[in-house]
């Protein structure tokens, strides 16, 4: 019963698997879900390997599975002591081109889910006492504009302003709320448009002259997750090879 649970949501792929494997490593339990049923599962006897995983069928974008979750994790083991809210999506939308559906259908993923998961954890941390820690995986385009993904940019920015709110309600409860907002990085999402980059294309994106790993991701998520920040609330931190401090170069 005192080994602290994680939740790790979107935990099939790409950053959230890395992030699973990683708290699996600091000694967490860990909990993941994904929408798909097999590629959870998958995932879920991988992690195996690092310890104790419960793999959950879980659409976050859907309000009972958000409770279904949070409820399921706590009647596996008793508790939960981390939610990292990385389950998103991102497709491109014209403008002029949106509908009420689209719009409504990216948020409920990537900012209802978030609010309704850390809600319910966070009312189990704030009733158990032993506070908590919440982390968000926002992203540089919550800090600045790709063109065609209004809703996903202002989804980021949104996570962005939560954690601040978050973090100033949740204090009382020892909960500390922080976001990560990784520039490129290489996963199932990405792998299309970063693997056609040019090594031009790759300067522009960092002066390290490459994406990230998911690990990479996973290190600062570790972090603030971990004994090192118990000072850290409220804040995001830019994982992006210092692409957001370049001006653009002609
Ligand atoms: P990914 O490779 O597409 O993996 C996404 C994971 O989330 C999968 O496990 C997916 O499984 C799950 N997921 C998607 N929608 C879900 C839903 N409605 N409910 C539950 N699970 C869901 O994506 P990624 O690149 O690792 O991105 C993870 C997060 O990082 C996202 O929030 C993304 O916006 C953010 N981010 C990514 C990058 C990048 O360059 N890759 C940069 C900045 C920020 P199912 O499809 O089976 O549900």
Redesign the pocket.
């Known amino acids: 019963m005192d080994q602290k649970v994680a939740i790790v949501?979107?935990?099939?792929?790409?950053?959230?698997?890395?992030c699973a494997r990683r708290l699996l490593k600091d000694g967490y339990r860990v909990a993941?879900?994904?929408?798909?049923?097999d590629?959870?599962q998958v995932?879920g006897k991988e992690l195996e390997a690092f310890g104790e995983v419960l793999a959950l069928?879980?659409?976050?974008?859907?309000v009972d599975?958000c409770d279904n979750l949070v409820a399921e994790t706590i009647r596996h083991w008793g508790r939960v002591d981390v939610v990292v809210?990385?389950?998103?999506?991102?497709a491109p939308v014209p403008f002029l081109d949106f509908t009420a559906e689209a719009w409504d259908a990216l948020f409920?993923?990537?900012v209802r889910?978030p609010v309704l998961i850390s809600a319910a954890a966070g009312r189990q941390m704030r009733d158990a006492g032993q506070g908590g820690r919440i982390v968000h995986?926002?992203?540089?385009?919550g800090l600045a504009a790709e063109p065609e993904f209004a809703h996903?940019n202002a989804?980021?920015a949104a996570l962005i302003s939560l954690t601040k709110t978050m973090s100033i309600e949740l204090a009382q409860h020892g909960v500390l709320v922080n976001s990560v907002?990784?520039?490129?990085?290489?996963?199932?999402?990405?792998?299309d448009y970063?693997g056609s980059l040019t090594p031009e294309q790759l300067r522009r994106v960092s002066p390290l002259k490459r994406?990230?790993q998911?690990d990479e991701?996973a290190g600062a998520v570790s972090f603030l997750c971990g004994p090192d920040s118990t000072y850290v609330t409220g804040e995001t931190l830019v994982v992006d090879g210092a692409m957001m401090a370049m001006l653009a170069q002609p």
Do not use: H
């Open positions: 949501t979107g935990g099939s792929k790409g950053i959230g698997f890395a993941i879900c994904a929408r798909s049923e590629a959870v995932a069928r879980a659409d976050v974008g859907n599975d809210n990385n389950a998103g999506v991102y409920d993923i990537n889910g995986i926002s992203s540089t385009n996903y989804s980021k907002a990784p520039g490129w990085v290489l996963t199932p999402l990405s792998e970063v994406v990230a998911p991701i």
